[in-house]
């Protein structure tokens, strides 16, 4: 079992910047952020294979948006830069630890076994 404690969220004005920390309890071959806002489904933002480095960033954050990782810390970071309004929602953590993402699109949430409680980011105009 993995737990993750995300961190970082907050309130900032459009154009502003804020970094997202998932801390997680052990190995995950994948961690990803996904986020929702009111009324809308739950969308992928940025997938990375730990370790490995490789990172998938989704088109509507693309150049905006980066992820990292921390081996030594278990730390999964999302640097979101240029806020906008519409980047307004949770913000999820998850961890594939098993590796299900291969099988699919690394956007496939069902792929995630394991989810932190959400950081709310609030980006106003």
């Known amino acids: 079992q993995v737990q993750l404690v995300e961190s970082g969220g907050g309130s900032v004005q459009a154009g502003g910047s804020l970094r997202l920390s998932c801390a997680a309890s052990?190995?995950?071959?994948?961690a990803a952020w996904f986020r929702q806002a009111p009324g809308k489904k739950r969308e992928g933002v940025a997938v990375i294979s730990t370790g490995e480095g490789s990172t998938y960033i989704a088109n509507s954050v693309k150049g905006r948006f980066t992820i990292s990782e921390d081996n030594a810390k278990n730390t999964v970071y999302l640097q979101m830069n240029s806020l906008k309004p519409e980047d307004t929602a949770m913000y999820y953590c998850a961890a594939d630890p098993r590796g299900l993402s291969r099988w699919g699109s690394v956007w496939l949430q069902d792929a995630y076994e394991y989810w932190g409680q959400g950081t709310q980011v609030t980006v106003s105009s």
């Open positions: 052990g190995y995950t071959y994948r």
